[in-house]
């Protein structure tokens, strides 16, 4: 059953009790409750993903709004970022059923063959290998066909697609005019620009159709697809929400190990706190911010870093916190002419009736703007070998199909942080760094579990990040002065203007990258897996070192980012480490 209030729930005691009913939470409770034996809880700090404003994290197009000021989002800053003239930036995090999934950009890659093998080779387990992987990759998504009807064919590959999983994925379902320039540029610019028929076939690079995780022109999030169906038809599954789990409880020792089966939960700062308690294990799932700070927050951790904390550390796990992963990105925007069918007169508002027909047309049929992600081309490229950075640093990617940089692009004005123009039709397209070499770290900083934790990403702390994102500025300029962008990109808005001047210096777009860049909201690798015991913070089976009864399934486990976009990744990870829980207890 769902429940809002811990007072609601019949017992305390459970088989499993999963923390965050997140993108990869939701996953894991729901294939364990497929034992109809086990009893499941799933404690979600957020709120329900269907009641107040749900059309934000419903509607595709809408999604980038159900973070900024939104009930839906944690409201998490960083802190000043050294690199980028001292700026504090927001940090995304979805506060809800479904967690980020549910208010992510939708964007559904799974990283290159080269990422999963090296995840392989650190952890020291081939079941993270692209090979193992690719059977839970199709085991989490139905492919599905899109809602206008229009031809896919050469759009995607259908023998790398799940047809029978819980998250619907496709190609776009709305058609943009600028699809067949950026497609004439992968033919004009061949060998810069390859077009690739599916990244998520394990081979990344190149230019592709962008895959999304959106279902009948809705967003497929784990609350819409894993979570909801299992409470829905199962009576071993419960979920609370508006809840959050304070601190883990030491319930003894377990194999030389000190064991935590209970956790305390609590709906405010001043409520009294309940105990639970895990007949099996504990599955911290709240995410690369959160699981490390409820684990700091009982005592386990970096000891330097509880002890500024005011809280008494009991076990040692220094690398905790520490690895934080993010990929920075810069958007950039060029003008292209008045009478161009761009999305910027909903998204600039400048047309008032343009938002109420489209809502009209998605309420309809799910079809239209709406149901899209406003982007239908992402694309995933290398430094070339012989470049300056590599020659000076090293490659710093996972091998050489994985990525360094991405670039994507967007029928309209998109940005964040900008402000936004009132009037005039544009192209947009991000530059993303995704082989970054900065680390960051979380911490607490308070005992207080309601207080938010410290999070620096420390973006653009090293040369080579920078170096790599001035080339994809630059690699970005070269595609849009392709000639299938004569006449339509006519010149950079006035923000890039000096970056994108024909005699521009790499001094301009430093000054843009120190200007501008946000997150992608990508925070990971906080509590890496290593085959190393004396690294990292959880084993091959994703189970913390140095105790018992706990197992971490979410972002944070990952040893380096991927070098795409993760959450299908995040899905494909937390379906393995479900087979791992089921054979680990014979389920
Ligand atoms: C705005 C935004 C845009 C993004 N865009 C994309 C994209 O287009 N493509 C892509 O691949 N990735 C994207 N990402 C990243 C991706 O969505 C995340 O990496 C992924 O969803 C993280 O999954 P997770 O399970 O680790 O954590 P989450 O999905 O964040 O789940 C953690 C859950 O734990 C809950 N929780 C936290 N603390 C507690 C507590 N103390 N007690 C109880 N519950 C708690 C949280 O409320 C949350 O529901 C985006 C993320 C954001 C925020």
């Given at each position: 059953a769902f429940y809002t209030d811990p007072s609601q729930l019949t017992k305390k005691t459970y088989d499993f009790i999963v923390v965050g009913g997140g993108t990869a939470g939701n996953v894991v409770a729901a294939r364990l409750s497929e034992n109809p034996s086990v009893s499941v809880l799933v404690v979600e700090a957020g709120v329900s993903n269907t009641g107040y404003r749900s059309e934000l994290v419903t509607i595709p197009f809408l999604g980038p709004q159900a973070s900024v000021n939104s009930p839906f989002d944690w409201n998490y800053t960083t802190v000043p970022q050294a690199a980028l003239n001292n700026q504090v930036l927001p940090y995304y995090r979805g506060y809800v059923l479904g967690g980020s999934s549910s208010t992510n950009f939708l964007t559904w890659t799974r990283g290159a063959k080269d990422d999963w093998d090296k995840y392989a080779t650190l952890i020291g387990d081939s079941s993270y290998s692209w090979n193992n992987m690719l059977k839970y990759f199709k085991k989490s998504e139905t492919w599905q066909h899109p809602v206008d009807g229009h031809s896919?064919?050469?759009?995607?590959?259908?023998?790398?697609?799940?047809?029978?999983?819980?998250?619907?994925v496709g190609v776009t379902p709305q058609l943009f005019p600028i699809d067949s320039r950026v497609i004439k540029t992968t033919q004009q610019l061949s060998s810069e620009f390859p077009f690739n028929l599916d990244q998520n076939s394990g081979k990344l690079l190149g230019v592709g159709w962008l895959q999304s995780d959106v279902k009948d022109g809705a967003r497929s999030s784990s609350a819409t697809g894993y979570l909801?169906?299992?409470v829905n038809s199962r009576k071993n599954i419960d979920v609370l929400i508006q809840t959050r789990v304070t601190k883990l409880v030491r319930?003894?020792?377990?194999?030389?190990l000190p064991e935590y089966k209970s956790l305390q939960i609590a709906q405010t700062p001043t409520s009294n706190p309940i105990t639970l308690t895990a007949k099996k294990e504990i599955i911290l799932s709240a995410g690369s911010i959160n699981s490390p700070q409820i684990l700091m927050l009982s005592g386990i951790g970096d000891p330097s870093t509880l002890k500024k904390a005011g809280v008494n550390a009991?076990?040692?796990?220094?690398?905790?916190?520490?690895?934080?992963?993010?990929?920075?990105?810069?958007?950039?925007?060029?003008?292209?002419?008045?009478?161009?069918?761009?999305?910027d007169p909903i998204s600039l508002n400048e047309d008032p009736n343009a938002l109420t027909n489209a809502l009209a047309q998605w309420t309809a049929n799910r079809t239209g703007v709406l149901s899209s992600i406003g982007s239908n081309h992402i694309g995933f490229f290398r430094l070339p070998d012989n470049s300056p950075v590599i020659k000076k640093y090293g490659d710093k990617s996972a091998g050489p199909g994985s990525a360094h940089y991405e670039l994507a692009w967007q029928n309209g004005f998109v940005s964040v942080g900008q402000p936004f123009p009132t009037s005039g039709k544009y192209i947009s397209n991000i530059h993303v760094l995704n082989a970054p070499t900065s680390r960051g770290y979380i911490a607490i900083n308070s005992a207080d579990p309601f207080k938010a934790p410290t999070i620096d990403p420390n973006f653009f702390s090293t040369d080579f990040d920078l170096q790599t994102m001035i080339y994809a500025v630059r690699s970005a300029q070269r595609f849009i002065r392709a000639q299938a962008w004569s006449g339509y990109a006519l010149s950079a808005y006035s923000d890039s203007a000096a970056m994108f001047a024909p005699n521009s210096t790499d001094a301009d777009v430093?000054?843009?990258?120190?200007?501008?860049?946000?997150?992608?909201?990508?925070?990971?690798?906080?509590?890496?897996?290593?085959?190393?015991s004396s690294k990292g913070v959880v084993d091959a089976n994703l189970k913390v070192r140095k105790i018992s009864g706990v197992r971490i399934v979410d972002a944070s486990v990952f040893p380096f980012i991927p070098s795409s976009h993760p959450v299908a990744g995040i899905y494909g990870l937390a379906e393995l480490a479900s087979d791992k829980i089921k054979s680990a207890y014979g389920l």
């Open positions: 896919t064919a050469g759009q995607y590959n259908p023998a790398v697609h799940g047809t029978n999983g819980p998250i619907g909801t169906p299992a319930t003894g020792t377990s194999g030389g009991t076990v040692s796990v220094p690398d905790l916190g520490k690895n934080l992963q993010d990929h920075p990105l810069i958007f950039a925007q060029w003008h292209v002419p008045d009478n161009a069918s761009t999305f430093i000054a843009y990258i120190r200007k501008w860049t946000q997150s992608i909201k990508h925070p990971m690798c906080t509590a890496a897996a290593n085959k190393d």
